[in-house]
Every structure is written in C-alpha cells, then in structure tokens.
C-alpha cells in the first residue's frame, strides 16, 4: 500500500464516520440559526520561482460555512473547504488542500466559554510546495469582557503528521490576551504565547554523529502587540508586532556536533488593509516581514562548509486581492502575492510569485 492510498484509506474511514453527523447537523441547526453559505470559484493560476521554473494551473475552490443556535446563550459554527489545483503545462499534476473546522460558543454575562476543533491536510501536496499532511489542532478558553476591555487564556494545540518527512511535530501551548476597544473606530491588542513542541521523528545526535533515541523538544515564547480600526467608513486596518524565541535542543552534526541548531530568535510585523468605496468593489493588502537569528547555527558556504557566521534570515511578503460584483452573487476576482526570502547561506534563499484570476458564485 502506497502513501497516498494510506492516506486515502484514512480519509475515507473518518469521512464515513463524520458524515452522518453534518449531515444531522445541516438538517437541524441552520434552522434555529444562520442560512448557510455556499462559494464556489474557478481560476487560472500562474506560478514563478526561484529556480526559473513556472507553472501554469487550473483552480477549482469550495467553501461551505454556517452559524446555528443551540440556546438562547450557546451557538455552533462549522466551516468547511476544499481546493484542486491542476498544472496543464509540462509534468501535470493534481495538487489539494482541504480545511475543516467546528466553534462552539456559551456566553454568560460575565463573558464566554469557546471551544474549536479543526482539521486541514492535503493527499497529494500543494501547489506552493507543501508536502503531503495532516493536522488535527484544537483549542478551548475563556474570554471575560467590562465594558471596553476583554480578556482571555487559551489552551490550543495540534499534531502535524507529514508522511514524507520526519519534521511530525506535537504542539501545546498557552495564550493570555488583553484587547481594548476605546471606540468604533480604534483597538489595541497585547498577546502573551508559552508552549511546547515534541518532534516525534526528530533524533538527537551524539558526538560521534551517531541517531539516538531522545527526541527533539522546543520551548517557544513570545509577545505580540497589535492595533486595528476604522478610517472613515470604508477603509479598515490592522497591524501586529511580535519578537519570541524558540528555544531548541536539536542538533546536526557536520564535520562536528553543533547544538542547539535549531533555536532562534525572530521578530515579525504584519499589516493588513481593506478598501471598499463602493458594495460592488473591494480591495485587500496584506504584508509581512519576518527576521530570524539563530542563537547557534552557522551558515553554510556554496561548498557546504561552515562560514563561522551564524545564520541570519529575513523574509517579507505582499499579498494583493480585488474583486468586482454586479450582484452580491458573481464576483470576478483578481489575487497577487510574491515573497522572497534572503539568507546569508545560499540553500536558505528563494523567491516566488503567484497570479491568479478568476470567478467566485455565493448561493
């Protein structure tokens, strides 16, 4: 049995089992609750890289969300979607990505209850170079709210199996957040991140390069600060700055052992931006950049030797979406992203650019 039909076997046997219970759900719910949302797309997709290459592709998209109230003070939301990518130029291929996710909210007057448990994967990859996946995540809190402050802890983790690597990775975690809504128009938002990270597949070495058998385990931290608003009626914004570390027990061995090769420092910022003058026209940005400085790994040379520097990395990105609707029903879509990433280690750099052009139908 080859990867892909184990991975297939898997699906089919969790889809038997969780199809009676949306299909209850569907029936039941949206009746006490929301109408649901259906968004089917169709695309074409060009693709550049760093190495030169390109790929030209077919996009077919689907995504199914609904709300249902199942008390005066709980509700239920399901969200579910589905994208097949198929390259038409050269090597054809079908590559795919699937998401599935359930909220649950309890409100009290003093705040709320949440609750969300979620799957995403691909069979086959995905276009942008994702290997094969799966991963359940899932995340329980509570969120207390006086008047213009909110706060919240939340417990949240997941389990990345990557068949084709040895990267499969457990994660648990806590966040503790404070947001403030002094007005309509203006939020600010701080965010406390602890948690731990078990690498299942990932051995430790010992000093002669030899596989042990303790496995890699991280420590991450980190603080984000954010803001967001209005500008008028039809601009919205937001903007976040975070710094963490990832503290790492990991090693490689090279013509040496070399700890700690895998902790890092890293500072982000991102910022997003929404236009829509008109109910027909909207248009969204969104950037990010991102530096990483690793605490004890040397950068390698062209020849794979060590520099005796150690490995700085920066990435930054744009992601650009318009749309167009005659009807609040059919929208014609256009979507640009590029990003590029620049190391001080040749194999640590790439860059790429993806365009797509298409229609989205809302039922």
Request: with cysteine.
């Amino acid at each position: 049995m080859d990867l892909l039909e184990k991975m297939l076997t898997c699906s089919r046997k969790w889809f038997r089992w969780i199809l009676p219970f949306l299909l209850v759900l569907a029936v039941r719910l949206p009746v006490h609750g929301y109408a649901p949302a259906l968004i089917l797309g169709a695309y074409g997709e060009g693709l550049l890289t760093a190495d030169g290459s390109g790929e030209a592709a077919l996009r077919v998209s689907g995504l199914l969300s609904w709300r249902s109230l199942l008390a005066e003070r709980a509700s239920l939301a399901f969200y579910a979607s589905s994208v097949l990518d198929r390259t038409i130029v050269d090597n054809r291929q079908l590559y795919d990505s699937h998401t599935l996710s359930i909220d649950a909210l309890i409100r009290s007057p003093a705040g709320l209850l949440f609750g969300q448990s979620g799957l995403s994967g691909s069979l086959t990859g995905t276009l942008e170079g994702q290997s094969p996946y799966l991963r359940p995540d899932w995340r329980i809190g509570y969120e207390g709210y006086r008047e213009n402050l909110r706060a919240s802890v939340t417990y949240r983790g997941y389990y990345l199996n990557q068949p084709e690597t040895n990267e499969d990775s457990l994660f648990q975690g806590f966040t503790l957040a404070l947001e403030a809504h002094p007005s309509i128009r203006i939020r600010y938002g701080v965010e406390i991140l602890g948690g731990w990270e078990r690498w299942t597949e990932w051995f430790l070495y010992d000093a002669v390069g030899g596989e042990t058998d303790e496995k890699r385990d991280d420590v991450l931290g980190s603080l984000k600060l954010s803001a967001g608003g209005m500008i008028g009626y039809f601009h919205d914004w937001t903007i976040a700055a975070e710094g963490g570390v990832r503290w790492s027990d990991a090693n490689r061995f090279l013509s040496s052992l070399e700890e700690g090769s895998e902790s890092v420092l890293f500072f982000a910022v991102n910022a997003d931006w929404a236009w829509s003058p008109h109910r027909q026209v909207s248009l969204e940005i969104g950037t990010f950049a991102r530096q990483d400085l690793y605490i004890m790994r040397d950068a390698l040379t062209e020849l794979g030797a060590l520099s005796g520097d150690a490995l700085r990395v920066f990435s930054a990105g744009a992601d650009l979406r318009g749309d167009w609707t005659p009807n609040d029903r059919l929208f014609l879509v256009l979507e640009v992203s590029a990003s590029r990433r620049f190391a001080n280690e040749p194999g640590e750099s790439w860059w790429n650019c993806l365009g797509r052009a298409g229609i989205e139908y809302s039922f």
